[in-house]
């Protein structure tokens, strides 16, 4: 079946259109590199044909590669598996030249074939390097059109001459935020920034694009890197100019990475070494770099998690076998913070929202939030006012119960107390049909327990939001014993409607995401206890790949949340109360009892000013909890807010709390931004090695029993195993 269709008009204009079968968003594939080759070496065989418009027969051009394809060509390679990448990575550079330069003659730059590309919407990747090595490129004036080369967000570069290309065509500075941040721009944007040539009405696409192939001469054709004379743009490495730039982009993306992603320090020394060679050296240059990321295992357990697992979680890897279990009316009980970020989400998505409080003016105020989200979205050009109207007209903000008659799914988010919770399930069920779906939202309270109080226990289930609702992308949903199939089925089909992505857990004390994270706060705050400098710890999290050191965290969380946790949990738990978690909680009482409550309080481990932006930890840190004269090394800071957090995830894993590993791993990195460079917890086992692992818990196994090996951790390291080699075929399966 073809890939790509190729028709000639009859004035000579060759239409070489993307169409991968059964797919939505064209993705490249070895095959489709292939046939995508000849039927362009047809084009320039044939003497009838003037030149060619290379689009998209799909709303968008493309998504970029396949990344499959490249793990496919590591693994079948053999003992050689750089060879082989680098192989496959120069023969798409020479696809790509050919395109460029096709039948010009390399002397006078005379004879070629003029390119267009002609995108009807989005393009990525390597969409956008294929643009990039034609000679016009347009884009169809569609406001949902984004264009650009986001592949460092997935731990990898541009490396199909992307990188090489738009450094040379703008300059390092300029291509900063395209390159080094992944940004996707509007098709104006983009235009401005000099990405693409042309914005013309959609319907004129094609037809623009034809006639400037019709119009184009010889010099309109020549790539300024193949003019003579060609200079870089902001100048070259020992440029004056240009040096200031490379210093300043250096430790831009150090300051930026702190040197744990391995695909940004690779991009920049291929822009670096390629700016002071000749274009088809910087090429070869770039392959080679692009080599050395595909065969870093961080860039392997980036793309597997936030990609294929990712992906893979999002379309129902985890679904059971039920039928469709669409929302479409959604009850939200409690119309704070978290009940009105829910109640937005869903509206945004189109489903109807009933959003109820105990008072008018509470519920009132929970509309009020979505209405002020979507002026900033005006203000920002993401959202119309005709968008803004239809979202406010779909949520109802109401006290009456009744209102919830004919819903299929009530979210409950009301405050965190089981006796509270418990008395809104009954107001609840007693209106909505038997067969709806109620779930509580809580992020630490049993659902087996909470379950008690429905009807209908088999119908009840967590989903656990992570603050704030409208920008953090994972969902928890948690399954107490009685939960059935359908209730698992209608949340996860609810989170895809809404657009973020969830993993499925077991019913525990603070289920998965909790169950890492508060012991990494703790360990962080115990540290502080003992003595360990403040700005230590924190720096020793950052450099590490977290996005916010352990007292920044718990700051954010605040303290008095920290306080309420540590109650409950120490009621519950009674002796078996963790030692490093009283030691913690020294420190969280005292600044309890100070007011210091965190980021909402303006005072917390750190200083705030008036606009609440932080301006430097608190001195006072130090007075109460004085620095110790002999300081650890920063490894070993960092091993043990590394462990505290990853033994934990081995633990829920073995306790059956954690089913399937890739949530473990995607459930790390989007709930609580565990180092995204090292794939999540499970991955960066791999990378290490279960009997490296051994080690660093025996090295801290003074420090208390959580420093401990699990068994399944002592049992792989016995059989060499690794997590992904053991758990990931049959999960997949």
Known sequence: MSIFTYDVDADGVAVLSWDQPGTSMNVMTIEGFEEFESLFDKAMADDAVKGVVVTSAKKDFAGGMDLKVLAQIRDKAGENPAQALFDFTMNGHRILRKLERNKMDPKTNKGGKPVAWASPGTSAGIGTEVALACHRRFVADNPKARIGLPEIMIGL????????????????????????????LAPAKAKAAGLIDEVVPADELLARARAWVLEAKDADIVKPWDQKGYKMPGGTPYHPAGFMTFVGASAMVHGKTQGVYPAAKAMLSAIYEGAMVPFDTALKIEARWFTSVLMNPSSSAMIRSLFVNKTALEKGAVRPDVGDEAVTKVGVLGAGMMGAGIAHVAALAGIEVVLIDQEQAAADKGKAHSEELLDKGIGRKKVTPEKKAQVLARITATTDHAALQGCDLVVEAVFEDPGVKADVTAKA??????????ATNTSTLPITELAKASQRPEQFIGIHFFSPVDRMMLVEIIKGKQSGDRAVAKALDFVRQIRKTPIVVNDARFFYANRCIIPYINEGVAMLAEGVEPALIENAAKQMGMPLGPLQLNDETSIDLGVKIAKATKAA??????????KADEVLFKLFDLGRLGRKANAGYYEYDDKGKRT???????EHWPAAGDQPDLTRVQHRLILAQVLEAVRALEDGVLEDIREGDVGAILGWGFMPWSGGPFSWLDIIGAQRALELCEELSELGPRFEAPALLREMAAKGDTFYGRFAAAQAA
Do not use: C, H, N
Not at 175 to 183: M, Q, T
Not at 616 to 622: E, I, K, P
């Open 573 to 582: 738990m009674g002796d078996a109360y963790p030692e490093s978690a009283a």
């Open 157 to 184: 570069f541009p490396g199909a001459g992307g990188t090489t290309r738009v450094t040379r065509m703008m300059g390092l500075m300029p291509a900063a935020p395209i390159l080094l941040e992944g940004k996707m």
């Open 429 to 438: 069920e007693a209106q909505i049909p038997d067969t709806a779906i109620f």
């Open 616 to 622: 430097g930890l608190w001195l006072g840190l130090r």
